[in-house]
C-alpha cells in the first residue's frame, strides 16, 4: 500500500516534507483499520504478536509501562531528554495554545517516572530467570497503587504556570487561564462545531479549488478533530506487584508508585524540570 501510495501522480511532485506527512497519515489509518487509535500503539502491538510468535524456546517478558514521566530518582530528579505526552499538553497550556481539556475531572491519569521503568525491567528480568513460564507480561503504571485525578492534574499545572508562566517570543510572560473541561463525547464535539469545524470546511474547499494544495494541512486539521479517545479501564498490576514484594524496603531498585507525593513531585521536580531540559 505504501509503495502504491509512492508510485502515484501525487507522489511525484511532491517535496519530502510531504511525502512524509502523507505516509504518516497512511499509517494513522491503517492503526485506526485495526482498532488502535495511532500507529505508536499499533506498532507496539505488532511488536508483542512478533515476539510471541518468534519466541519458541526463549523466554519472553513483556514490560508496558503506561504514560512515562521524568524521572524519580536515577540519574537525578526531574530528568527527561524531550517532551512526551503529558509534557506536551503542560507546553501547549502554558503557551496559550491549548485553551480547553477534554474527559472527566474524576478519571484517573496512569503514570509512571522513567527510573521506575527500567528497575522493574531489571527486577523482572533477575526474578524470572529460573522459572518455567516462557511469556510473562507487567504492567507498569500508578493508577491501582498511587491514582491521580485528572481535575488534579489540570489544577497542578494551572498553579505552576500562574507563579511560573512560560514565556513568549518577545520575552513576555504568558498568562494563563484556568481552561474549561469538556467532559463528554458530546460537549468535545459542540465545542469544536462552533469553534474550530468552520475552519476546517473552509479548508477543505480552498484544498478543492486548488487542486489538493492543502492536502496535508486539511488532513492533521481534521485528524486533530476525530483523534480523542475513551479509556475507562485501569490496568491489572498484580503480577507487577508480586514483583515489588521481593524487594520491598530496597531503595536501589524502587519501583513502588506509593511513594510518590504528586503534587510535590509534579510543582518541585517535573514542571522545573521540563522548562530546564526539555525546552531549553
Not at 61 to 70: A, D, E, F, K, L
Not at 73 to 92: H, M, N, Q, Y
Not at 182 to 208: C, D, W
Not at 233 to 242: C, G, H, Q, R, Y
Request: charged share 25%; proline share 5%.
Amino acid at each position: 500500500m505504501v509503495e502504491e501510495r509512492l508510485r502515484g501522480p501525487e507522489a511525484q511532485n511532491a517535496t519530502e516534507l510531504e511525502i512524509a506527512s502523507a505516509m504518516r497519515n497512511v499509517g494513522i489509518d491503517r492503526a485506526k483499520l485495526h482498532g488502535w487509535p495511532n500507529t505508536y500503539v499499533f506498532t507496539k502491538a505488532i511488536g508483542e504478536m512478533l515476539l510471541e510468535k518468534l519466541e519458541e524456546n526463549v523466554k519472553l517478558i513483556i514490560v508496558r509501562p503506561t504514560i512515562i514521566t521524568s524521572t524519580y530518582k536515577e540519574p537525578f530528579s526531574g530528568w527527561t531528554e524531550c517532551l512526551r505526552t503529558l509534557d506536551s499538553i503542560f507546553v501547549a497550556y502554558g503557551k496559550g495554545k491549548l485553551k480547553f481539556f477534554v474527559g472527566d475531572p474524576n478519571s484517573t491519569l496512569d503514570m509512571i517516572h522513567g527510573d521506575m521503568v527500567v528497575n522493574s525491567m531489571l527486577v523482572a528480568m533477575a526474578m524470572h530467570t529460573n522459572q518455567p513460564s516462557h511469556r510473562l507480561i507487567h504492567h507498569i503504571g500508578s493508577s491501582l497503587r498511587n491514582p491521580l485525578k485528572y481535575e488534579d492534574m489540570r489544577w497542578l499545572m494551572y498553579n505552576y504556570l500562574i507563579k511560573n508562566p512560560l514565556l513568549d517570543t518577545g520575552g513576555k510572560p504568558i498568562k494563563v487561564k484556568k481552561g474549561k473541561i469538556l467532559e463528554t463525547t458530546a460537549s468535545f464535539h459542540r465545542y469544536i462545531a462552533i469553534r474550530y469545524l468552520p475552519f476546517v470546511q473552509m479548508l477543505k474547499l480552498v484544498n478543492m479549488i486548488l487542486c489538493n494544495h492543502f492536502r496535508n494541512l486539511h488532513a492533521n486539521a481534521r485528524r486533530r478533530i476525530d483523534y480523542p479517545i475513551r479509556l475507562a479501564e485501569l490496568f491489572d498490576d498484580t503480577t507487577t506487584e508480586n514483583l515489588r514484594t521481593t524487594i520491598r524496603g530496597s531503595e536501589v531498585f524502587n519501583f513502588d508508585p506509593k511513594c510518590i507525593q504528586w503534587d510535590e513531585y509534579f510543582m518541585n521536580t517535573h514542571f522545573p524540570g521540563i522548562t530546564k531540559y526539555a525546552l531549553k
